[in-house]
């Protein structure tokens, strides 16, 4: 019904930048809140930033200061632009969406497959 597709991970230096994108698709009236949310081995998942339609957003303690979260409605895409990265900042990305179906609907969650950040030297 809905598809979200992250990009963008990979391997990086300590100090290096990555863009995260994740794309919405299927059946989709709008979407609302979209976040990113990031799970390393043997630890719980965390949020990592999280922006409203309305453009607002929010990060978590370790993020501010060097992430940004934006998005494009008009392709219901978020984007995690993340700089001066830390060897503490891998983790397994995943996108997570509050989509509307309908113009009266609740909302649902959705989760993207993930994609994998890697800071090392």
């Known amino acids: 019904q809905v598809q979200l597709v992250e990009s963008g991970g990979g391997l990086v230096q300590p100090g290096g930048s990555l863009r995260l994108s994740c794309a919405a698709s299927?059946?989709?009236?709008?979407?609302?809140?979209m976040g990113w949310y990031r799970q390393a081995p043997g630890k719980q998942r965390e949020l990592v930033a999280v922006?409203?339609?309305?453009?607002?957003?929010n990060y978590a303690d370790s993020a501010k200061g060097r992430f940004t979260i934006s998005r494009d409605n008009a392709k219901n895409t978020v984007f995690l632009q993340m700089n001066s990265l830390k060897p503490e900042d891998s983790a397994v990305y995943h996108c997570?969406?509050?989509?509307?179906?309908?113009?009266?609907?609740?909302?649902?969650?959705?989760w993207g497959q993930g994609t994998q950040v890697t800071v090392s030297s």
């Open positions: 299927g059946s989709i009236f709008s979407v609302n809140a």
């Open positions: 997570n969406a509050r989509v509307y179906s309908g113009p009266i609907s609740y909302t649902r969650d959705y």
């Open positions: 922006i409203n339609s309305g453009g607002s957003s």
